[in-house]
């Protein structure tokens, strides 16, 4: 039944058919979920995750992987939060917040590099280390009130839509131009094709995998900025749990773990999947101890087909 289910949709449609289904049953038992409102609010409830998952979309496709963006998240913003704090600076707390990102995250392409370990090796031990920084400077306090942050981007919109959902759009919009008009990101396909023949094409791999690790840095520092302005507020474990998420998101869109292929548009629709499953569930009233194991059963699901061509 399953092969003629895919046979008739496809295994690339599966996620397309998955969130229509979704869309009609949560609007069925509660009209509000097809209204404006409720779509602007879940793209706003994913923008931030989907700048996440973009920058782990690059990663997985040269057949990399980031378990550190979520503590490097926590740690830039924090970083950002205490210069505004201290000396009132936006420009200078926004330099620092990338400066961070984009520092850690070409040295987990460094440490990626060397090929002593795998990157999910790697980048769990880099996210202990980057949780405890934050932690450590921030004694497991808050920063309430980002100030010219939260106005600009936390509150602003444009013709009604959210301004952090055309900053999630925008990032989207470049990194698939990069990915497909780029010799880099054809290097990205390329290395997580095959990396030996890429290396006896001529690519060099490991400055390669250096570059695609700052970009997804860029990424987490957008994200960092973001959250921040939307929470209007700095917390040591704000990005806990976003990296698993982003990789979740990434894969259900249809990117394998090994590398290779992949698409960001596919991924906006794994974004989109976890954000309507978790708003479908609060206006159907599930519990919250419900929730997870509704939206596990879902992902595992969406994971399988995809993994069928």
Known sequence: MGKVFLAIFGGRNVLVL?????????????????????????????????????????????GGLDLSAGSLLSLSAYIAGLVILRFQSLPLAILLAFCTSVGFGAFNGLLAATERAHPFIITLGMMTFLQGIAIAISRGSPINGMGGLYEIIGIRDFLRIPLPVFVFLTVLVIADIFLRYFPLGRYAYAIGGNQEASRLSGIRVGRVKVILYALNGVCVGIAAIVLSAILDSALPTMGSGYELRAVAATVIGGTPLFGGRGSVWRTLLGVLLLGLVSNSLNLMGVSANLQNVVLGAIMVMAVMFQGSK
């Open 18 to 62: 998955v969130l229509l289904v979704l869309a009609l049953i949560t609007g069925i038992v509660n009209p509000r979920f097809l209204t404006l409102q409720n779509a602007l609010n879940i793209m706003l409830q994913v923008s931030v995750l989907g700048i996440v998952s973009t920058g782990a979309t690059i990663l997985l496709i040269s």
